[in-house]
């Protein structure tokens, strides 16, 4: 598998067309599936690699065959491989200061918001939940000095603030450790 340049991430409201979509996504172009697997409620979710070109391909044909079962979609250049870690859920850091979560109602607002929040500030991402086994919705989980935390929440809600409708978000200074373990299972 190439270094990763670019994602893109595809959320769709059926699995039957998801799997369908994925399919096509990968004969369109040279990409590397990082991820397709349905969710909550009845969603499927697709991410890949690549280089920009090649994942733009991707996502314009998933977009096209996906229609009117598509809810969300992004390509994001530049990826902070920290956001592939975190998806596929990474490890607590040894000293947590303080925790930002964000919250979203779609998994593409979550993605976002954490690509943005790390080349932000200087946290690291603990977690992306996407929205499996909590009713389609997804959040962000990171971590760093509280004024990093602080940078990082804000621009993440701004950078996803028009893709995707938020919840909420917190910045919690000096967690309990029996928290910052639970938010990683």
Partial sequence: MKPIDSIGFLELNSIAKGIETVDYMLKAANTNLLMAKASCPGKYYIMLSGDVDSVERSIQVGSELGGRYVVGELVIPRVSPAV???VNMSDI????????VLEYYSAVGSIIA?????????????SIQLGTGIAGK???????DVDAV???VEAGAQAAKEE?????KVVLPNPR????ESLIQ
């Fill in 164 to 168: 995707a409708l938020m919840i909420n």
């Fill in 84 to 86: 592939i870690r975190a």
């Fill in 150 to 152: 602080e940078t990082a």
């Fill in 114 to 126: 954490a690509d943005c929040a790390i080349k932000a500030a200087d946290v690291q991402l603990i």
């Fill in 138 to 144: 997804s959040f962000v989980v990171l971590t760093g």
């Fill in 177 to 180: 450790k029996e928290l910052v």
């Fill in 93 to 100: 850091p040894e000293q947590v200061l303080a925790v930002g």
